[in-house]
């Protein structure tokens, strides 16, 4: 890896007008995460010794999202974004006593790749930017470069005709030594034609100084940045036909690769089978060799080795499915242990429950989990039989080799080896459907 420690900045203060949304921007999902995620996973591959993210536009929900996606970053707040100079100035205290490389991303641009971040965490300039030679240079900032790197920046509003000429731009990634920014930071000034502290008006101060400045360029697909919903949809769908390649290129069968749906952290084992229209939510892993039929939708969940789910299969957060089980059509399972070799084939809902080993649950049975306050826990042994139609009350327990008589309410705790019944007796009546029909016509008068 890089001989200097690395910190992360984030930026991710701005409001996103251009979406149309309450939302604060970062947090529109791509490829099932929030778009900060992104940021966050490419700059992971650095190990960095702190990552601290700038919010303020909608921060209280930014902060929410960003420690559950990483507990150890930090948020520095900026309340007014009055630019990007001044909101890496406000994740400086948080980086107290940090020596290192620090490297400064956007949370709105999730494509830029863990090569590029690698390369410019171990470039020896004092500060490196990331171009990129666009096909339209359109309003991004222009980098004049000179015999010795880059000489300055030049914002879009503040280009003469020749500047604009220009077209290799800034990405708007920065690297540059910790002890570097807090000394030029604060003599950034907001005399621009937008009124704001310009992040990009660093490398001209440093190089004035005698730093050495540069720029690493990058394909130009790693700077995409969102600014509207069309970008997203497009982002989402950039995202996905990389996700299905390398999906394909590991090793992994997609029947009809268009029709499946990744997530930025979707973990599939070699030879896996994924059917048609499968969409994987966020924190899925499926084994090697599992399988998983047309038409279901996985998130938070965990498919072991030998295991087929589907077709029109759900599974929900904490749903665990160990090897060879089976869970067939119009399932639903949700925060439950299945062991292995559990059979659920029908109709059926699982929620927080445990299933021993090679236990069989019969179609339309239901863990009825919720009693309209809390939830409660359905606890069934191994190599037990459920019959179709049972209705687990939790809290409750079947033991081992059980078995539960099919339409039964169970409220009670069931023994190991047991047969449960909990269903009215069956009265018969002979003769009685005939007579019943004949009265009734007769009384309709036919
Ligand atoms: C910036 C760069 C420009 C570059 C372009 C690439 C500056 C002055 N300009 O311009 O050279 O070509 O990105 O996309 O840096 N942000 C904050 N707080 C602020 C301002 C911005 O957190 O006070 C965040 C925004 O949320 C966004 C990022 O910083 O994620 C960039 O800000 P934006 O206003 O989009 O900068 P550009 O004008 O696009
Ligand atoms: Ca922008």
Redesign the pocket.
């Known amino acids: 890896m890089t001989e200097k420690p690395v910190a992360l900045i984030v930026?991710?203060?701005?409001?996103?007008s251009r979406m149309q949304s309450d939302l604060p921007?970062?947090l529109h999902r791509l490829g099932g995460l929030p778009l900060v995620a992104h940021a966050l996973a490419a700059g992971r591959v650095l190990e960095p010794q702190a990552v601290v993210v700038?919010a303020?536009h909608g921060a209280p929900a930014v902060a929410k999202a960003v420690a559950k996606l990483d507990p150890d970053a930090q948020i520095a707040l900026?309340d007014?974004?009055?630019?990007?100079?001044?909101?890496v100035s406000q994740a400086l205290p948080a980086l107290k006593g940090f020596e290192g490389r620090v490297i400064v991303l956007?949370?709105?641009?999730p494509f830029i790749g863990q090569e590029t971040l690698a390369s410019l965490a171990a470039h020896p300039a004092d500060v490196v930017v990331l171009g990129f030679e666009a096909a339209d240079p359109g309003?991004?900032?222009r980098l004049v470069t000179g015999p010795e790197g880059l000489e300055r920046?030049v914002?879009?509003k503040d280009a003469d005709e020749a500047t604009r000429a220009i077209r290799l731009?800034?990405?708007?990634v920065l690297a540059a030594d910790a002890a570097l920014l807090r000394a030029f930071l604060p003599r950034i000034g907001n005399r621009n034609a937008?009124g704001?502290?310009?992040?990009?008006d660093l490398p001209a101060l440093a190089r004035e100084a005698g730093h050495r400045v540069e720029v690493v360029t990058c394909d130009e697909a790693e700077?995409l940045?969102i600014?509207t919903r069309t970008e997203l949809a497009q982002a989402e769908a950039a995202f996905q036909a990389r996700a299905r390649a390398q999906a394909l290129e590991d090793g992994v069968t997609l029947a009809d690769p268009a029709t499946v749906w990744f997530a930025l952290d979707t973990c599939i084992g070699r030879d896996a089978v994924i059917g048609q229209n499968v969409v994987f939510g966020p924190g899925v892993t499926v084994e090697s060799g599992a399988e998983i039929l047309p038409f279901c939708h996985l998130e938070g969940c965990h498919v072991s080795a030998g295991a087929t789910v589907g077709p029109f299969a759900r599974l929900r957060p904490g749903a665990e499915l160990g090897g060879d089980v089976h869970v067939g059509n119009f399932v639903e399972i949700k925060n439950s242990v299945l062991d292995e070799g559990v059979k659920v084939g029908h109709l059926t809902y699982l929620g927080d429950a445990h299933i021993g080993e090679a236990t069989n649950i019969g179609a339309g049975t239901v863990t009825c989990n919720y009693d309209g306050v809390g939830k409660h826990r359905t606890e069934i042994g191994a190599h037990a039989f459920i019959g179709s139609d049972t209705m687990l009350v939790a809290p409750v327990r079947v033991g081992a080799r059980a078995m539960t008589g099919s339409g039964s309410v169970i409220t009670q705790d069931v023994p190991d080896d047991a047969l449960a019944l909990g269903r009215a007796q069956q009265v018969t009546k002979p003769g009685l459907a005939t007579r019943l029909m004949q009265a009734l016509r007769q009384k309709k008068g036919n």
């Open positions: 930026l991710a203060a701005g409001q996103g921007k970062v700038v303020g900026q007014q974004q009055l630019g990007t100079a001044h909101a956007y949370g709105d641009t309003r991004y900032g920046i914002e879009y731009v800034n990405s708007g937008a704001e502290y310009y992040l990009t700077t940045g600014n």
